[in-house]
């Protein structure tokens, strides 16, 4: 749905380049445990009453957390500074980053999470492979819906821009929307169960 999506940008005359394998974002997966983990840790540190308010998975973060020094919290910044240079040169050459907003297919709304993907156990956030990094890096990203066929399900693509290009971002958004993306929201379910 991703490719049939940037097809069709292409054929409105979008001049799209693909870029495989694409890199610049692989040194996050080694420094984002240090950077999500300790930044739970450092946020339920102020809050003594935490312990009985958060779901199991977040207060194993936060212990994975505090165990990490202050070494390993700059090293992980010293990544990121790299890799922010890598992206404002990437930027110089191109005006958007498109990637899918997920790394898998839509999973039962009952599961917090697919526990495979492409054929592989994943944890929690083995889906969120493609975002991370515009938060790591602090750069503006939007998610719109792929065009789908009537029996699909709902996946979407992340437009990436530079930092401080919000504005730009939101206004590709904006231009391409109803052009390029042709959601269809499923039929509602009541809750309770009337009809």
Not at 109 to 124: C, L, R, Y
């Amino acid at each position: 749905m991703v490719d049939r999506t940037v097809a069709h940008a292409r054929s409105l005359g979008l001049n799209i380049e693909t870029v495989a394998p694409f890199q610049l974002a692989a040194p996050l997966g080694g420094i984002w445990p240090v950077v999500s983990q300790t930044g739970v840790a450092w946020l339920l540190a102020r809050h003594s009453d935490w312990k009985d308010k958060v779901a199991p998975a977040i207060a194993e973060m936060a212990s994975a957390g505090a165990g990490y020094t202050a070494r390993d919290y700059l090293d992980a910044l010293d990544t990121i500074a790299a890799m922010r240079q890598a992206f404002e040169d990437f930027f110089e050459r191109y005006d958007f980053l498109i990637t899918p907003a997920t790394a898998a297919m839509p999973w039962p709304a009952g599961e917090s999470h697919p526990p495979i993907i492409d054929g592989k156990p994943v944890g929690p956030r083995g889906h969120a492979v493609f975002t991370p990094f515009a938060n790591a890096l602090g750069l503006p990203a939007i998610s719109l819906p792929c065009a789908i066929e009537e029996d699909e399900l709902s996946v979407g693509i992340q437009i990436v821009a530079a930092r401080d290009r919000d504005w730009p971002l939101l206004a590709f958004a904006r231009a391409y929307e109803n052009r390029l993306f042709f959601h269809r929201w499923p039929p509602c379910l009541r809750i309770d169960g009337a009809s």
